[in-house]
């Protein structure tokens, strides 16, 4: 339930771009169609919007072992589609938004993603996005350690495995911020 939404609170939206928008188990065209209310309704308050998009190839995290003893890739580069980091058609940015590029899960983590929000005088931030339980977790664990206030939006998020969406939904975010749905945030920014 959502008690409050910060004065200055961004929208951050997690990894919504053709090579990870697909294959969920919540339909990505709900999810999709809930975050761009979520922008719409953020740009007519004149609040930020950040777009995070993911491009791993180099990471460190790829060269580390994993299960089985092997690394996701050796020499740390992926052979990605030409579009993979493209925000899905849907997202339109615009030159006020806040644009992200990321390697790893954690939209913080060697960006100037705190910089953007600091700069903005941000106190509060509303995630949402794809995969629930890698890039919006991991963004969010961060982002309790900077001190935001978080609220998630559990109907503009999903991810490809339904165990590890509903572990995070009802075990992790409610120890790290307020959840609620899509038409509850628009409903706070209106008061």
């Not at 491009?55 to 690394?71: D, H, T, V, Y």
């Not at 995969?131 to 998020?157: H, K, P």
Request: charged letters at 25%.
């Amino acid at each position: 339930m959502i008690t409050k939404i910060d004065e200055k609170t961004a929208l951050v939206l997690i990894d919504l771009q053709k090579g990870i928008a697909k294959d969920t188990v919540h339909p990505v065209a709900d999810v999709i169609r809930n975050a761009v209310k979520l922008i719409d309704a953020f740009r007519k308050r004149s609040l930020p919007v950040v777009l995070v998009t993911v491009n791993p190839s180099g990471a460190r995290f790829l060269k580390c072992r994993i299960e089985g003893g092997k690394s996701i890739s050796p020499t740390g580069e992926m052979a990605l589609p030409e579009d993979f980091a493209d925000l899905v058609p849907e997202i339109e940015p615009l030159a006020s938004d806040i644009q992200i590029r990321k390697r790893t899960w954690n939209a913080f983590f060697e960006t100037d993603l705190h910089e953007q929000l600091q700069k903005h005088g941000v106190t509060g931030i509303v995630l949402g996005g794809i995969s629930t339980s890698i890039g919006v977790e991991g963004t969010a664990r961060a982002a309790s350690e900077f001190g935001y206030n978080q609220t998630f939006v559990v109907d503009a998020m999903s991810d490809k495995i339904l165990e590890a969406h509903d572990c995070t939904v009802n075990y992790i975010f409610p120890r790290l911020g307020e959840l609620g749905t899509t038409a509850e945030v628009i409903q706070h920014l209106e008061l």
